[in-house]
């Protein structure tokens, strides 16, 4: 059988962590999924009756008297040596009790306290419940605390249920404190507003894309997006102390380091420095998505830091804490949507040519040079159109075979941008093949799918032959083929979908029932056109 077209199981590609008993299957697109115990996964009905869910942090992390709880952070935001900005639009802010974090996360909360924000989405990390690929989100419709009870956007939820990324799951909200933690700081600094609470589990590079694009569908220009996360955790309480002297410099100089990346909004960047340095900073997800959401002329600026152990004077263990202002404007939501599918129109024949120019001009120079070229090295005008956002795959042929093939589905950034990235990974890092050498890339073929972005359907049998990519989500795994995948080897729609359940790692039977479908489209054109 062919491989043509099959893309990568690459780590670039998948849109959930793989399975840590299946590390050497062929699986695509796949994560492992929380026990069946743990999982609930449900719909919500943005009419559905009055459910209140307690809050069970007061008391222990902060005040559960209401009038003291009140006073205790209106004196934490009066006493915030800063001015509030008008233009915030996504905060980090810590999520520890109030005695230890309350006068840092106010920073924060003082500086977007002139806005009215109609929406707060507020993400954090999950400490005690595993859930590999995706994130909680409460079915309650508000959750109270001793200041009243907060309204969650039960539109903008729903909205995110349609995605098996974000579902509801047993006993997250009884257990975790880091965004039930922000709320009667958020009642005290904003008044009125309806939240979107996320708990975010374990996800690799290509969930978080995959969150952020779907995060960015529901914000607005009256939303506050927050990412809820401590910083660095030292101490042998906490497995993590790289130094013994001069600890609290040392700290401020590994979470500043952090604070770089995330001042650039660097998302890579930021996930690299955590794994290189092992900092323990426990909303790194979180924070990578919000980073992931950002739009490019955000601009960052750090309010406040502060440590436990500088507080308690007590240097064997120590947390960190920032607060952490992202000042900007959410884009405006069109009542007519900008396309960001294709068409055979959508990209002239000029266009195409310029497409496969780059991509090979791309891969040349990264095998030749080591280096990464950029449109303008190569003669390379950016049209419109290769501007829109878009997924993309990139596929190299030589003598009729496979060479390699890596892209993402889900639209992200500008076609040319994924092109150029996608173009050296099918080169260099699909796993099924080495590295491609100087003396192969005269002979290579260059093949791009510039895909429309994927749409739920209901049943298998709305899947098109030739016309639809395909994905196919059940119990945990995911597998994808390109729209050209079953004309190439001439299957039937049965047995596209046997080969597609296999490559998920499901029984050969699996898509037969049970399972969930998204599409796409893609205009595909290569060096022969």
């Known amino acids: 059988m062919s491989r043509s077209h099959i893309p990568s199981i690459a780590l670039l590609v998948p849109l959930f962590t793989l399975a840590l008993l299946a590390l050497t299957l062929p699986r695509m697109l796949q994560h492992c999924s929380a026990t069946d115990a743990q999982k609930e996964e449900k719909t919500m009905d943005a009419k559905q009756p009055k459910k209140v869910f307690d809050s069970p942090l007061a008391g222990m992390w902060y005040e559960a008297d209401a009038e003291r709880l009140a006073a205790e952070i209106d004196h934490y935001i009066a006493s915030a040596d800063t001015e509030p900005i008008d233009t915030v639009q996504a905060l980090v802010l810590p999520h520890a009790g109030y005695r230890y974090s309350g006068a840092a996360a106010a920073f924060g909360l003082k500086a977007a306290g002139r806005r009215q924000y109609k929406r707060v989405i507020v993400m954090g990390p999950s400490h005690r419940v595993f859930m590999d690929g995706y994130a909680h989100v409460s079915d309650a419709t508000h959750i109270a605390t001793p200041l009243g009870e907060v309204p969650l956007d039960l539109d903008a939820i729903s909205a995110l249920l349609k995605h098996p990324e974000f579902r509801v799951v047993r006993n997250v909200d009884a257990s975790e404190h880091s965004v039930q933690i922000q709320l009667p700081l958020l009642q005290r600094a904003l008044k009125s507003f309806q939240l979107v609470p996320i708990v975010i589990g374990n996800v690799d590079d290509e969930s978080v894309k995959r969150m952020a694009t779907i995060l960015q569908d529901i914000v607005t220009p009256d939303t506050l997006v927050i990412a809820s996360s401590d910083f660095t955790h030292y101490g042998a309480g906490f497995g993590y102390a790289p130094f013994v002297d001069h600890v609290l410099e040392n700290l401020e100089k590994l979470d500043l380091g952090a604070w770089e990346h995330i001042r650039n909004k660097d998302e890579a960047g930021f996930r690299h420095y955590v794994d290189e340095t092992g900092a323990t900073i426990c909303g790194r997800h979180p924070i990578s998505i919000l980073l992931s959401m950002l739009p490019g002329e955000s601009e960052a600026r750090l309010l406040k830091y502060d440590t436990s152990g500088r507080m308690t004077a007590d240097t064997s263990t120590s947390v960190s804490y920032m607060s952490i202002a992202f000042t900007g404007l959410w884009p405006e939501k069109k009542t007519t949507p900008?396309?960001?599918?294709?068409?055979?129109?959508?990209?002239?024949?000029?266009?195409?040519?310029?497409?496969?120019?780059?991509?090979?001009?791309?891969?040349?120079?990264?095998?030749?040079?080591?280096?990464?070229?950029?449109?303008?090295?190569?003669?390379?005008?950016?049209?419109?159109?290769?501007?829109?956002?878009?997924?993309?795959?990139?596929?190299?042929?030589?003598?009729?075979?496979?060479?390699?093939?890596?892209?993402?589905?889900?639209?992200?950034?500008?076609?040319?941008?994924?092109?150029?990235?996608?173009?050296?990974?099918?080169?260099?890092?699909?796993?099924?093949?080495?590295?491609?050498?100087?003396?192969?890339?005269?002979?290579?073929?260059?093949?791009?799918?510039?895909?429309?972005?994927?749409?739920?359907?209901?049943?298998?049998?709305?899947?098109?032959?030739?016309?639809?990519?395909?994905?196919?989500?059940?119990?945990?795994?995911?597998?994808?083929?390109?729209p050209q995948v079953a004309p190439e080897q001439h299957w039937t729609l049965e047995e596209t979908l046997t080969h597609l359940s296999l490559k998920a790692g499901l029984a050969a039977d699996a898509w037969k029932e049970g399972a969930s479908w998204t599409v796409f489209e893609a205009i595909v054109f290569n060096d022969q056109d």
């Open 338 to 482: 900008e396309s960001t599918g294709v068409s055979e129109g959508s990209l002239s024949s000029q266009e195409k040519a310029l497409l496969l120019k780059l991509a090979r001009g791309m891969l040349e120079a990264y095998i030749i040079t080591g280096k990464n070229a950029t449109p303008e090295d190569l003669g390379i005008e950016i049209t419109p159109a290769m501007r829109r956002t878009m997924g993309v795959f990139v596929t190299l042929n030589m003598n009729g075979q496979l060479r390699g093939c890596i892209g993402e589905i889900f639209p992200r950034r500008p076609l040319y941008e994924a092109v150029m990235e996608r173009a050296i990974d099918a080169g260099v890092n699909d796993p099924r093949f080495r590295t491609v050498t100087e003396k192969e890339l005269p002979m290579l073929e260059y093949e791009i799918s510039a895909l429309t972005p994927p749409m739920p359907v209901s049943s298998y049998r709305d899947i098109v032959l030739g016309k639809h990519g395909m994905v196919i989500q059940k119990n945990g795994h995911s597998a994808v083929f390109l």
